[in-house]
């Protein structure tokens, strides 16, 4: 067994145990990273806004995907 596969196997609960997380509070994450993003974009006053909210969205559609233990298939887009 290779070097990756040993990686892969032993993150494997914890991958399961991460995606189980976010199926549960994935509306506390999501509200967690929208109160992040408008004091950041406070603290900057707005000069970053773009950024910030291009990385938020990131993390949300990370969130989404990691809720989603079909087999990491990409959910259809609403």
């Known amino acids: 067994m290779g070097f990756m596969d040993n990686v892969k196997a032993k993150l494997s609960p914890a991958k399961d145990k991460v995606s189980d997380l976010a199926q549960q509070h994935g509306g506390k994450i999501d509200q967690g990273l929208d109160k ?14 773009d950024k910030i909210v291009s990385g938020t969205q990131k993390a949300k559609d990370a969130v989404e995907r990691l809720s989603h233990k079909d087999g990491g298939t990409t959910p259809p887009a609403s």
């Open 36 to 49: 992040a993003a408008r004091t950041v974009d406070e603290k900057t006053k707005g000069k970053y806004s």
